[in-house]
């Protein structure tokens, strides 16, 4: 099988891991507070969708601190409560990781000296699954600066190859260190990307998805990852993604149907000619799971999207009701451009 | 960091209680009760500035009992300084020039504590004392510096990093050095031949032209920073792990850790120019302002590269020597690279084309001197 081809690789491998996040609230002070103007860790998200523990990581990885890194790690990886805003701090570790292994910015030279240093902290502590996995995202980032986010078939044939060592390497350093990391879920979805640009079939990256839940019950982002590779414009179909979402939600217990509503509201414009018109979606499922979103982790990010959705499903009664509770403070970036049209028709008798 | 802002707020109290105004309003009569006024808000002005730069901020993530030795070893030697402070000022009236202002007294004290600062960092006060702090500046992490504001408060922060048990070490190594201010240091290492900052930069051309695998790998905040084209402007946070890397790459290709911690020390001192607002905009081959305003004069030689038609191609510093007012009894450490940039842009329009050899191969190296005089 074919790589799925990503419009913007990078991108779209930092979208991925954002996009279980985009509903929390609260951001980072004590280290915000550290960093100065000139200072700026890349990939700073916007404020209310970071966390303390994201700018964290990133800051240590930043400045090539492997020790407190580590010690960040074993806390998060102990706990396998979500956060206000649903989200696993591991799950936010990563994203800090992300922010530095995913940084448009760079270039060749930047991503061979983290791949160096990755190395010097995977042969200094063999011992650590972390110093391990990161070294295998470093091998990941580089093989992603040669791939570049244009289409496969326009990468030149020698950055290709470059690429292919680079994800080869990869694979490789996750599985020749498979014992240490058997507890990993991360190792799971730095496998489960891996495998997506090698080609691996959609059932071999469902197998890593289970497999991450195994190892911590609450990590269930190799979902989020499945859905978009699940998507038919990367070699998937509606039907595949649909039975995608059913089953993250059904697994994430406890919270009903959110799942199922956040994962085609983060993918809605991964359906081409539109969510409703071009996907399995059912709406009175999605509505359901936007409620059961809202009951348990309410935050206004998700009331946007809950009243955007609606309006494009033409549910004008569930619209009315969001944009009232909205109110004339509407969150612009849920809601693109449609706000106002949403509005003056929701408001039409 | 506000070590700038501090040093400019101190000279211009220091100047504004001496200049030249100040002493044509003191009538003859009164000119030694004068002169000792402005001496003693001279002396006032530079103690204001010192307890800014040997500020202990309370810093809640420093343990306390390192807090609290590091304040005694700052109060101590504020205590000095307000001791010796008027023999110092004394001292430069009696090596002044006849004419000489209180404005030029006030400069010479300013450029002898601005030498002693870095003079302070630059000595080692023995070798159980460098090995912890090799180690301390090795430290991942240790270069995100915290919002400190103030030079002590920094160095603390390099104590904090060693185990508890090696701070009596450090800390008992700062007190001799701070003994040793206002004292010749005539074991004084000179800088090495070859600087940190030429050797990073030397290995950073090769990373940025290709090169994979340095002995040491950057971190990501450095390789984002000094790879990227055009690299970025850095700041003290930047530099410092520049230079912590500089270190690195020195041991690992089995420098002697005592020639490697001399070359960090030398490329981490604060200049005089660290000391002073930015240069502003004046031309690369003009006199420098650093060099000016603290009234440094001197001459730079310069080994210049030539081509094989003999005309100038690269230069070098290959010596200098500096009349620096107020530093007399040891090396001007501070000012020692205040010529340099200048120099070498002067090259090119200053060198003389020479003769090329006749079987075509590159003439040698010529030394070419350039005299900077504030006449």
Not at chain 1, 174 to 184: D, G, M, P, Q, V
Not at chain 1, 300 to 316: G, S, T, V
């Given at each position: 099988?074919?790589?799925?081809?990503?419009?913007?690789?990078?991108?779209?491998?930092?979208?991925?891991?954002?996009?279980?996040?985009?509903?929390?609230?609260?951001?980072?002070?004590?280290?915000?507070?550290?960093?100065?103007?000139?200072?700026?860790?890349?990939?700073?998200?916007?404020?209310?969708?970071?966390?303390?523990?994201?700018?964290?990581?990133?800051?240590?990885?930043?400045?090539?601190?492997?020790?407190?890194?580590?010690?960040?790690?074993?806390?998060?990886?102990?706990?396998?409560?979500?956060?206000?805003?649903?989200?696993?701090?591991?799950?936010?570790?990563?994203?800090?990781?992300?922010?530095?292994?995913?940084?448009?910015?760079?270039?060749?030279?930047?991503?061979?000296?983290?791949?160096a240093m990755t190395r010097e902290w995977a042969t200094v502590h063999p011992d650590?699954?972390?110093?391990?996995?990161?070294?295998?995202?470093?091998?990941?980032?580089?093989?992603?600066?040669?791939?570049?986010?244009?289409?496969?078939?326009?990468?030149?044939?020698?950055?290709?190859?470059?690429?292919?060592?680079?994800?080869?390497?990869?694979?490789?350093?996750?599985?020749?260190?498979?014992?240490?990391?058997?507890?990993?879920?991360?190792?799971?979805?730095?496998?489960?990307?891996?495998?997506?640009?090698?080609?691996?079939?959609?059932?071999?990256?469902?197998?890593?998805?289970?497999?991450?839940?195994?190892?911590?019950?609450?990590?269930?982002?190799?979902?989020?990852?499945?859905?978009?590779?699940?998507?038919?414009?990367?070699?998937?179909?509606?039907?595949?993604?649909?039975?995608?979402?059913?089953?993250?939600?059904?697994?994430?217990?406890?919270?009903?149907?959110?799942?199922?509503?956040?994962?085609?509201?983060?993918?809605?414009?991964?359906?081409?000619?539109?969510?409703?018109?071009?996907?399995?979606?059912?709406?009175?499922?999605?509505?359901?799971?936007?409620?059961?979103?809202?009951?348990?982790?309410?935050?206004?990010?998700?009331?946007?999207?809950?009243?955007?959705?609606?309006?494009?499903?033409?549910?004008?009664?569930?619209?009315?009701?969001?944009?009232?509770?909205?109110?004339?403070?509407?969150?612009?970036?849920?809601?693109?451009?449609?706000?106002?049209?949403?509005?003056?028709?929701?408001?039409?008798? | 960091?506000?070590?700038?802002?501090?040093?400019?707020?101190?000279?211009?109290?220091?100047?504004?209680?001496?200049?030249?105004?100040?002493?044509?309003?003191?009538?003859?009569?009164?000119?030694?009760?004068?002169?000792?006024?402005?001496?003693?808000?001279?002396?006032?002005?530079?103690?204001?500035?010192?307890?800014?730069?040997?500020?202990?901020?309370?810093?809640?993530?420093?343990?306390?009992?390192?807090?609290?030795?590091?304040?005694?070893?700052?109060?101590?030697?504020?205590?000095?300084?307000?001791?010796?402070?008027?023999?110092?000022?004394?001292?430069?009236?009696?090596?002044?020039?006849?004419?000489?202002?209180?404005?030029?007294?006030?400069?010479?004290?300013?450029?002898?504590?601005?030498?002693?600062?870095?003079?302070?960092?630059?000595?080692?006060?023995?070798?159980?004392?460098?090995?912890?702090?090799?180690?301390?500046?090795?430290?991942?992490?240790?270069?995100?510096?915290?919002?400190?504001?103030?030079?002590?408060?920094?160095?603390?922060?390099?104590?904090?990093?060693?185990?508890?048990?090696?701070?009596?070490?450090?800390?008992?190594?700062?007190?001799?050095?701070?003994?040793?201010?206002?004292?010749?240091?005539?074991?004084?290492?000179?800088?090495?031949?070859?600087?940190?900052?030429?050797?990073?930069?030397?290995?950073?051309?090769?990373?940025?032209?290709?090169?994979?695998?340095?002995?040491?790998?950057?971190?990501?905040?450095?390789?984002?920073?000094?790879?990227?084209?055009?690299?970025?402007?850095?700041?003290?946070?930047?530099?410092?792990?520049?230079?912590?890397?500089?270190?690195?790459?020195?041991?690992?290709?089995?420098?002697?850790?005592?020639?490697?911690?001399?070359?960090?020390?030398?490329?981490?001192?604060?200049?005089?120019?660290?000391?002073?607002?930015?240069?502003?905009?004046?031309?690369?081959?003009?006199?420098?302002?650093?060099?000016?305003?603290?009234?440094?004069?001197?001459?730079?030689?310069?080994?210049?590269?030539?081509?094989?038609?003999?005309?100038?191609?690269?230069?070098?510093?290959?010596?200098?020597?500096?009349v620096v007012p107020g530093v007399r009894d040891n090396p001007p450490a501070a000012?020692?690279?205040?010529?340099?940039?200048?120099?070498?842009?002067?090259?090119?329009?200053?060198?003389?084309?020479?003769?090329?050899?006749?079987?075509?191969?590159?003439?040698?190296?010529?030394?070419?001197?350039?005299?900077?005089?504030?006449?």
């Amino acid at each position: 099988m074919r790589p799925p081809v990503l419009r913007s690789v990078r991108r779209a491998g930092l979208a991925l891991l954002l996009s279980v996040l985009l509903p929390v609230a609260g951001a980072s002070a004590p280290i915000a507070e550290q960093a100065s103007a000139q200072d700026p860790v890349p990939g700073a998200l916007p404020e209310g969708l970071t966390s303390p523990i994201a700018d964290q990581a990133a800051r240590l990885l930043w400045w090539g601190d492997f020790d407190r890194l580590e010690a960040l790690y074993r806390t998060v990886r102990q706990s396998t409560a979500l956060s206000d805003g649903g989200t696993l701090g591991l799950q936010w570790f990563r994203v800090g990781m992300a922010r530095v292994f995913s940084n448009d910015d760079e270039t060749d030279p930047y991503y061979a000296q983290l791949e160096a240093m990755t190395r010097e902290w995977a042969t200094v502590h063999p011992d650590s699954a972390l110093a391990q996995m990161l070294y295998a995202r470093a091998l990941h980032a580089r093989a992603m600066s040669f791939r570049g986010g244009d289409y496969y078939a326009k990468v030149p044939q020698a950055a290709r190859r470059q690429f292919e060592h680079y994800l080869a390497l990869e694979i490789e350093q996750l599985n020749s260190h498979a014992a240490l990391l058997e507890h990993e879920s991360t190792a799971d979805l730095y496998l489960m990307t891996a495998g997506r640009f090698a080609g691996w079939s959609h059932d071999a990256q469902h197998a890593l998805a289970l497999d991450a839940l195994k190892r911590n019950p609450a990590d269930d982002v190799g979902f989020v990852d499945l859905a978009v590779a699940s998507l038919p414009k990367w070699g998937g179909s509606t039907a595949q993604f649909d039975a995608v979402a059913r089953e993250a939600a059904r697994l994430r217990t406890g919270t009903g149907m959110a799942l199922y509503a956040f994962l085609y509201d983060d993918n809605a414009n991964g359906f081409s000619a539109g969510l409703f018109e071009s996907s399995d979606v059912d709406w009175p499922t999605m509505r359901q799971g936007f409620r059961d979103w809202m009951a348990r982790w309410p935050n206004e990010y998700m009331l946007n999207r809950f009243a955007l959705q609606a309006c494009h499903a033409q549910d004008k009664p569930t619209t009315v009701e969001l944009l009232d509770r909205i109110g004339t403070r509407p969150m612009g970036r849920a809601w693109h451009n449609d706000y106002e049209a949403c509005r003056r028709w929701a408001r039409e008798p | 960091m506000d070590d700038k802002i501090w040093s400019a707020l101190a000279l211009a109290s220091a100047w504004a209680c001496a200049t030249p105004a100040h002493a044509a309003a003191a009538a003859p009569p009164q000119a030694a009760a004068s002169t000792a006024d402005a001496d003693r808000r001279l002396a006032d002005a530079v103690m204001g500035w010192l307890d800014k730069i040997l500020a202990v901020p309370d810093t809640p993530d420093v343990d306390p009992p390192l807090h609290d030795a590091v304040q005694a070893l700052a109060t101590d030697h504020l205590a000095r300084m307000r001791r010796v402070l008027p023999a110092w000022i004394a001292d430069e009236h009696a090596h002044a020039a006849p004419a000489a202002s209180d404005s030029d007294i006030a400069r010479a004290l300013h450029n002898r504590i601005v030498n002693e600062i870095a003079l302070w960092r630059l000595e080692s006060p023995g070798p159980a004392y460098d090995a912890i702090l090799l180690r301390a500046i090795q430290r991942p992490g240790l270069c995100d510096l915290k919002p400190r504001a103030s030079y002590l408060g920094l160095l603390q922060d390099v104590f904090q990093a060693v185990p508890p048990a090696d701070r009596p070490t450090l800390l008992a190594g700062e007190r001799t050095l701070l003994a040793h201010w206002g004292t010749p240091r005539a074991g004084l290492a000179p800088a090495p031949a070859s600087s940190l900052a030429e050797d990073e930069a030397a290995t950073i051309a090769r990373l940025r032209a290709g090169a994979q695998d340095p002995e040491a790998p950057m971190v990501p905040v450095l390789a984002s920073s000094v790879l990227k084209d055009p690299p970025a402007e850095p700041w003290d946070s930047l530099t410092c792990a520049r230079h912590q890397w500089g270190l690195a790459q020195a041991l690992r290709r089995g420098d002697a850790p005592a020639q490697a911690l001399l070359a960090w020390r030398y490329a981490t001192i604060r200049t005089a120019g660290d000391w002073m607002a930015a240069d502003g905009n004046r031309g690369a081959t003009e006199y420098p302002l650093t060099a000016q305003r603290n009234g440094v004069s001197g001459w730079v030689s310069l080994r210049v590269t030539v081509d094989a038609q003999g005309r100038y191609a690269s230069a070098a510093i290959a010596d200098r020597h500096l009349v620096v007012p107020g530093v007399r009894d040891n090396p001007p450490a501070a000012f020692a690279t205040v010529f340099d940039t200048a120099s070498i842009a002067m090259g090119p329009s200053r060198f003389k084309p020479v003769t090329p050899k006749a079987d075509g191969s590159p003439p040698g190296p010529v030394i070419m001197k350039i005299d900077w005089s504030l006449q």
